[in-house]
């Protein structure tokens, strides 16, 4: 047995204050599988230990949530269908951000496969994937070719797995930004329907009862992948590589069906998957939860290597595995099921009433640590924090256009604007024929086939935003998520988060942490969108560069099975309102925008102003506008403002508008401004959405009428805008391939 | 009228083929196991979309082997009707009920969209509710539909009318354009696009219920 030295602890990532609190845990010093066993437990990745104290105050409760943070995914319930049977949505984001950078293909490949295994493991069938990206600029001279390949590989991980498993791809969004050239974030967000009798938990319950371990074998692929994932970038991380774990999005179908098929059988006490530290979360999780322990062999344990040591075998985070605890004389027919699929399915321990987990190879002891204080007595940290990093700059640069076409055009052709077609066309995004809306509108929507229902699903996050003021950031990506599912017709009912931020010792980043997950929680309590699960993923930083802070939302929302409006003008000839207002704008708060961005190349001041309550009055009129067919279009005001919402809203048709405005905004301001709690409908019966929006307080200006191919926008008679719809959607559609092809221009 | 699914471990359409068949279309329909050898009184068996034991080796090169298939193979030549879609077209060329093969895409990426595609013959139990000539939109999910067959296979299934549907902008480089094929005997089809996605008012188009219609009616003139 190896010598526990001070290096052998801090290889670990272990502080000499934790490394004392093991000491006092065991009553001894531990083993170097122990401390293997601990290092993943307790790493930022699994224990949240920086995030924990300040995640406590995210609302989590309300009258639809059946299952909060704490399980694999969150549950919601979503009514009955006509039998009277009551159905649930399992969901959650999670992130894979180290790993797609070190082996982008696979590190993308394995965070579709992580989360999906988080939604079936509760017995939810998996029925949407959305995913948001953030990559270093593809026309970077330095750095670009390195983004370009780490988009294709990202791309194509996502889709070799989401494809292969059978679940669609609904949608998601894709940014770039210089600081996540060296740490690209991959954030999966994965939802499930099942009913809520067949609702599963992970919890070794039942002494006596027998632990079962499913599907692939485990190789020595991942080892300290948590570990990893918890620390930041050096020169030597692409020395990682053999961290990285390898997908098989067979396997895991196989392991989906096997596992919902088991689960009907009613032998089946508690199951959860393996991921973040394999079989050493899952034995001392599925303990702690049931209050019991669970001894296992690990000589039982299918093994695609020889040799493999207990540590390794305990820290391996070969993917597509669950651990499950049958009732003790039905596993044969857990077994059974199992066979059936063609997967391995081993007894490999039992439940224990002593709350130990215990390890042992061919008999022998390896490990011995008591289960509660592994999974939940983490060392928590209140860590300092002052005022959040962000740039220097207030006061917005002298900024005029000298030609606001050709601003659009700029915009059109900009990596975060553009057609993200070639991304979402190599997505199956249809597969189980409940895609109602997929990707390229404003949120995706799936219908439930058993309910009659339909739920929608928005994914939305602003690292620039929340780079100027985090808090108010997270109140406007709230907002936004509930604004995208408005358009739709939906109403929010919950949230997942995603907490990609950099170093949380930095008092400076722990600041931005703070500061953003009070604004989401207040926003969230507010639109009344609980947090029923989610992810950290901290240290995003490449030598000392911290990433733009950048959380991620995924919110769901709930509606009458109908075709959403959609957000294309359909036909020429239709009145455009501007509901919401033309909202209120200055230079400071034009600092974040993407015409800031794409036009005048530089970021100052702060986010949008947001006025919540006059903001889900906005969302109501519209809601009530989409769902009573009073609309035949709906999109909601978000980057770039008003002119590119109407230029996005004229591309699916390819049905141009004439737009009259009348405001004392300066244009720049005017057209691009990104003021919430606005969105842009068409109709053909203005009369009811002027009788709405007055039913709810809210603004509808009729500012123009829809029209044949050309896009014209005035302010008090002066042309802003003039072009031919087409020559922008060609811009818009081409520009995305083109700066992946690009030839390297050294 | 009974469709059978066939459900191959990795084959992940099989749910959509069932449920357009027994809810959008209103007939019996009913999953069949690769490893069994009974297709349980099915009178059109679909073999599914998907990816058949992680299309490893070769997409449908090992699912030709599974039990199941020799009683599909008996079904066919005894005149029953074989429908495959996607992963089962690359399934019915594996194992030699229809001519050709399925390739890469020509851009080597997986393509996911709702594609134009015209009716190429009317004259076959899979395709006769279409005109001859119609324009229909189907959706395409595959990354290796690029259909390639020698030029004498070519030139013969065009002289016997066997070319079932023809891509409008060929996506995927397939020869010809073509998108589905039919047997000699025209009792077997195989085809890239998915009609199964195409047979409901909610999703993005409802051409595909032509093949379901079509089917029926020609059990329903053999029936009788």
């Not at chain 1, 399980?71 to 009551?86: H, K, M, R, S, V």
């Not at chain 1, 998996?126 to 995913?131: F, L, N, R, T, W």
């Not at chain 1, 500012?703 to 003039?722: K, P």
Request: one cysteine or more; aromatic letters at 6%; charged letters at 20%.
């Amino acid at each position: 047995m190896s010598q526990i030295t001070p290096e052998v602890i801090a290889a670990h990532s272990i502080t000499p204050d934790e490394y004392e609190r093991i000491v006092s845990i065991l009553g001894r010093h531990p083993n170097l599988t122990e401390l293997g066993i601990f290092s993943v437990m307790w790493s930022e990745h699994c224990s949240y230990k920086s995030s924990r104290v300040h995640l406590k105050k995210l609302p989590t409760r309300s009258k639809l949530v059946v299952c909060g943070p704490g399980e694999n995914a969150g549950i919601l319930t979503i009514g009955d269908d006509p039998d009277g049977n009551e159905w649930c949505i399992a969901f959650k984001i999670e992130s894979h951000n180290h790993p797609s950078f070190i082996e982008p293909f696979q590190g993308a490949a394995t965070g579709v496969g992580g989360i999906l295994r988080d939604i079936f493991t509760m017995g939810a069938r998996p029925i949407a994937v959305m995913d948001a990206l953030r990559f270093g600029p593809l026309d970077d001279l330095k750095t670009g070719p390195r983004n370009r390949r780490i988009v294709d590989g990202v791309v194509h991980g996502i889709a070799h797995y989401g494809n292969c498993f059978g679940v669609p791809t609904v949608g998601g969004e894709t940014n770039f930004e210089p600081s996540y050239a060296g740490n690209p974030l991959v954030n999966v967000f994965a939802l499930g329907v099942f009913r809520r009798d067949q609702i599963f938990y992970g919890k070794a319950c039942g002494i006596g009862n027998p632990v079962i371990y499913v599907g692939a074998k485990t190789g020595r692929d991942g080892i300290h992948g948590a570990t990893m994932a918890s620390g930041e970038f050096t020169e030597d991380s692409m020395q990682k590589r053999p961290n990285v774990q390898v997908g098989d999005p067979f396997m895991e179908k196989l392991l989906l069906e096997a596992c919902l098929e088991a689960m009907q059988t009613g032998s089946i006490a508690g199951i959860q998957d393996m991921g973040a530290a394999g079989l050493t979360c899952s034995t001392c999780e599925m303990g702690s939860r049931a209050g019991t322990g669970i001894e296992i062999d690990l000589m039982h344990v299918p093994q695609r290597e020889t040799g493999m040591t207990p540590y390794e075998i305990m820290l391996s985070e070969s993917q597509e595995r669950m651990l499950l605890v049958a009732h003790k004389g039905r596993e044969n027919e857990v077994l059974d099921v199992f066979r059936k699929w063609g997967l391995d399915a081993r007894i490999v321990g039992e439940v224990k009433d002593d709350g130990m987990m215990r390890v042992r190879d061919h008999g022998e002891i390896v490990a011995e640590i008591p289960s509660r204080p592994l999974a939940d007595e983490a060392p928590v940290y209140h860590r300092p924090y002052t005022t959040p990093l962000r740039p220097e700059k207030m006061d917005a640069p002298a900024f005029a256009s000298k030609d606001l076409t050709a601003d659009l055009f700029t915009l059109a052709a900009s990596q975060d604007l553009c057609d993200k077609r070639w991304i979402w066309e190599q997505y199956d995004y249809m597969v189980r024929t409940n895609t109602v809306e997929g990707p390229g509108g404003d949120a995706a929507v799936l219908r439930i086939k058993e309910t009659g229902t339909s739920v929608a699903m928005s994914l939305d996050g602003n690292g620039r935003y929340t780079f100027l003021d985090p808090r108010q950031a997270a109140k406007l990506m709230v907002a936004e998520c509930c604004r995208n599912l408005a358009c739709t017709g939906a109403l929010p009912i919950g949230a997942t988060n995603n907490l990609n931020f950099g170093n949380p010792e930095r008092p400076e980043i722990m600041a931005q942490i703070v500061e953003a997950i009070e604004g989401m929680a207040e926003a969230c309590e507010f639109f009344g969108t609980p947090i029923t699960g989610g992810n950290v993923s901290l240290y995003n930083e490449t030598l000392g560069d911290p990433i733009f802070p950048s959380p991620v939302l995924g919110i769901v929302g709930l509606m009458k099975t109908q075709a959403p409006a959609g957000i294309a003008f359909r036909n020429p000839g239709r009145d455009v309102y501007l509901i919401g207002g033309l909202g209120a704008a200055d230079e400071i708060r034009m600092g974040g925008t993407q015409y800031a961005k794409q036009v005048v190349r530089d970021l100052w001041g702060l986010p949008p102003a947001l006025d919540m309550p006059f903001e889900k009055q906005v969302q109501a009129a519209v809601r009530e506008m989409v769902t009573s067919s009073a609309v035949e279009s709906a999109h909601d005001l978000s980057d770039g403002g008003l002119a590119w919402a109407l230029t996005e809203s004229t591309f699916g048709r390819e049905t141009g508008a004439s737009i009259d405005l009348d405001s004392d905004l300066r244009p720049e301001l005017l057209l691009f401004h990104e003021g919430p709690s606005r969105l842009i409908v068409s109709t053909s019966d203005p009369a009811a959405v002027e009788k709405i929006a007055a039913a709810h307080g809210v603004p509808a200006l009729k500012i123009g009428q829809t029209s044949d191919g050309s896009l014209v926008i005035r302010n008090r008679g002066t042309v802003l805008i003039r072009t031919q719809v087409r020559e922008l959607k060609q811009c818009w559609a081409s520009a995305l391939e083109n700066l992946l092809h690009a030839e390297v221009h050294a | 009228m009974k469709f059978g699914v066939v459900v191959f471990p990795g084959s992940n359409c099989d749910h959509d083929a069932w449920y357009a068949a027994s809810h959008n279309v209103g007939h019996q329909a009913e999953f069949l196991w690769h490893s069994d050898t009974d297709l349980k009184g099915s009178d059109c068996v679909i073999l599914p979309g998907g990816f058949s034991y992680g299309d490893y080796l070769r997409c449908g090169a090992i699912s030709k082997f599974s039990p199941i298939m020799a009683a599909v193979r008996k079904h066919a030549a005894e005149g029953g009707l074989v429908m495959g879609i996607c992963n089962g077209f690359q399934i019915l060329t594996e194992c030699g009920l229809l001519p050709g093969a399925l390739v890469r895409n020509r851009g080597l990426k997986f393509i996911c969209k709702p594609v134009p595609l015209t009716v190429a013959t009317s004259d076959s139990p899979f395709t006769s509710a279409y005109a001859k000539g119609a324009e229909i939109l189907i959706p395409i999910a595959h990354g290796e539909g690029c259909y390639t067959a020698d030029q004498r296979t070519l030139d013969q299934l065009e002289a016997e009318d066997r070319i079932a549907f023809r891509y409008v902008d060929n996506p995927n480089g397939s020869l010809r354009d073509i998108a589905g094929v039919l047997n000699e005997t025209r009792n077997v089809m195989g085809m890239m696009p998915h009609p199964e996605r195409a047979t409901d008012p909610l999703m993005s188009s409802t051409d595909g219920l032509g093949v379901f219609h079509s089917l029926i009616a020609s059990f329903a003139t053999q029936a009788k």
